[in-house]
Nanobody, 126 residues
Framework: QVQLVESGGGLVQAGGSLRLSCAASGRTGSSYAIGWFRQAPGKEREFVAAIGWIAGRTYYADSVKGRFTISRDNAKNTASLQMTNLKPEDTAVYYC???????????????????WGQGTQVTVSS
């Protein structure tokens, strides 16, 4: 079992920055792929960013490419999502997810992740 806890959400003005963190406990390790997803009210949960477990390659949704950066620290069992130049449309609950040895080709598929955090709210005001 893996437990994930997100933190770092909050209220920020458009153009501002936030850094989300995801702390993992339990059966953790470098063999887990990590993804960030978000869900706005009335919308489906959507892929934001992910980092693979083999080579640490990163992937981003087109809507956040160039503004968000995902990273991981295997020694500390943490992952982060640095968000810059935030826009009101980035407002959502952000979730961290993990799955054991998930192939890079599946990283954007929310149904492939076994473990999820409770989410952290990000609100961007205009």
């Amino acid at each position: 079992q893996v437990q994930l806890v997100e933190s770092g959400g909050g209220l920020v003005q458009a153009g501002g920055s936030l850094r989300l963190s995801c702390a993992a406990s339990g059966r953790t390790g470098s063999s887990y792929a990590i993804g960030w997803f978000r869900q706005a009210p009335g919308k489906e949960r959507e892929f934001v960013a992910a980092i693979g477990w083999i080579a640490g390659r990163t992937y981003y949704a087109d809507s956040v490419k160039g503004r968000f950066t995902i990273s991981r620290d295997n020694a500390k069992n943490t992952a982060s999502l640095q968000m810059t130049n935030l826009k009101p449309e980035d407002t959502a609950v952000y979730y961290c997810a993990a799955d054991f040895r998930l192939p890079d080709s599946r990283l954007a598929q929310k149904g492939r992740y076994e473990y999820w955090g409770q989410g952290t709210q990000v609100t961007v005001s205009s």
